[in-house]
């Protein structure tokens, strides 16, 4: 099974509004991540989660906040967003320890920030 | 900076020819790339990951090259069909080149 979930796959929200996309993974992939894709442009890392704690933060402003609570979830909270957040929002997860190292994709959760 | 180049925006070519598409990328040494294939509204679907110590990679109709020494990876597609079109992305480690749309005409 090489599956990444993503849920919701559409989000509609408010800038006042407080929501929260979900990643979910059984692989038993320790990495974790988080990316940003905008129309037409490549996917842009915003966060990567190693052994359930964050490594990597791409300047990434704080009214996004991600969370590791066990190694196959992964949470993206989201809180008085701008509409130039609306993105496609992607999850990958990958091995650390042995290989392969291919990280695998969700399907995305479409952010639409009115 | 690091920095990755895909050659071009948009690729067109005939059915059954080889697509090749190149990646380039600068001020890094990843130790490994991958490859990928996005179509429109959907996540990225992994192709081929080739490592730093190794030349060449294949996988039935797809192969990648990685030259750590020209700091490039060429990706081709033989025999290319029409439901090859999409987008394809490189990426060395983590990050993403800004892909290459390849569309196989009949």
């Known amino acids: 099974d090489t599956e990444v979930t993503q849920t919701p796959k559409h989000l509609v929200m408010g800038m006042t509004n407080k929501k929260s996309l979900k990643c979910e993974q059984h692989m038993g992939h320790r990495a974790m991540y988080w990316y940003k894709q905008k129309a037409k442009k490549p996917p842009e890392l915003m966060f990567v989660y190693s052994y359930e704690k964050l490594s990597i933060n791409e300047s990434v402003p704080s009214r996004f906040s991600p969370e590791c609570p066990n190694s196959s979830l992964l949470n993206l909270h989201l809180h008085a967003l701008q509409p130039e957040d609306s993105a496609l929002y992607l999850c990958?997860?990958?091995?650390?320890?042995?290989?392969?190292?291919?990280?695998?994709f969700g399907p995305g959760t479409r952010l639409t920030v009115t | 900076s690091q920095k990755i180049e895909q050659n071009s925006e948009a690729l067109n070519i005939q059915e059954g020819k080889t697509a090749t598409l190149t990646c380039n990328y600068t001020?890094?040494?990843?130790?490994?790339l991958q490859w990928y294939r996005q179509d429109p509204g959907r996540g990225p679907v992994f192709l081929l990951l080739i490592r730093e110590n190794e030349k060449e990679k294949r996988k039935e109709r797809l192969k990648v090259t990685f030259d750590t020494t020209l700091k490039q990876s060429l990706f081709h597609i033989t025999a290319s069909q029409p439901a090859d079109s999409a987008t394809y992305l490189c990426a060395p480690n983590m990050r993403f080149g800004a892909g290459t749309r390849l569309t196989v005409k009949p």
């Open positions: 990958a997860s990958r091995k650390i320890a042995g290989g392969p190292y291919e990280q695998y």
């Open positions: 001020n890094y040494s990843p130790a490994y």
